[in-house]
């Protein structure tokens, strides 16, 4: 299956919780109790273990926009590593270029960020780069490419540097149109909007 492309406020009301895929939270709240649907009629929850596991790694999915054999290989790939899974899982979804981008307040919307990305309008370390899977190290510098900076897109831009919530582990310098990472994402930084507990458990039995 491909990536959802449809109505994102449709998403949130499912979960009854925002995921971040709009950029006006508050009409995003506004509907978070009208579950999807004709009249906005109420959906059974599944109480299963298996439902709520699913559901937690349906919601991580949505946040960063994932298909199912890239998120799987992510999980396979924390619990290859030492230390906790679950905390190796958020590693790296927010070592994601594309997640680095938003979080740094390039984009006001992961989807955006990617999109970004993909049309090649930020350097890594100096040099151009356009997949948003890549996963960003401590001492990566993330820049706007300086032929980028006038597009109609960005005219606003130090102002939007200026006024983001940017997490400790990274570092934004509003004026030069740049950012770079300090450190491993902290674990106090991560949204926590979904339970990655559930979701390492949902892939150790199948």
């Known amino acids: ?3 959802y492309t449809g109505p994102k406020n449709k998403i949130a009301r499912r979960f009854g919780v925002n995921l971040g895929l ?4 508050a009409k995003v ?3 978070l109790t009208q579950k999807p649907g004709q009249h906005g009629a109420r959906h059974r ?6 439902g709520k596991q699913l559901e937690e790694k349906q919601k991580a999915k949505f946040i960063y926009g994932l298909r199912e054999r890239q998120f799987r290989g992510y999980v396979e790939e924390a619990n290859r590593r030492e230390g906790d899974s679950g905390v190796n899982v958020n590693h790296i979804l927010e070592s994601r270029l594309d997640n680095v981008v938003y979080r740094m307040g390039f984009a006001v919307t992961r ?3 990617r999109q970004l990305v ?6 890594v370390n100096g040099k151009k780069l356009d997949i948003p899977s890549y996963l960003v190290k401590s001492g990566d510098e993330i820049a706007l490419r300086p032929n980028k900076i006038g597009k109609k897109i960005f005219e606003t831009i130090t102002d939007q540097l200026s006024n983001a919530k940017v997490p400790s582990w990274l570092k934004v310098e509003p004026t030069e149109k ?7 994402p902290m674990q106090e930084d991560f949204e926590n909007v979904f339970d990655v507990k559930l979701i390492v458990e949902y892939y150790s039995t199948r």
């Open 1 to 3: 299956m491909g990536r």
């Open 22 to 25: 709009k950029t006006n939270a």
């Open 178 to 184: 740049k950012g770079s990472v300090l450190s491993k």
């Open 45 to 50: 929850s599944s109480t299963s273990s298996f």
């Open 111 to 113: 989807a955006q960020a």
């Open 118 to 123: 993909n049309h090649g309008m930020f350097l």
């Open 29 to 31: 709240a506004r509907r």
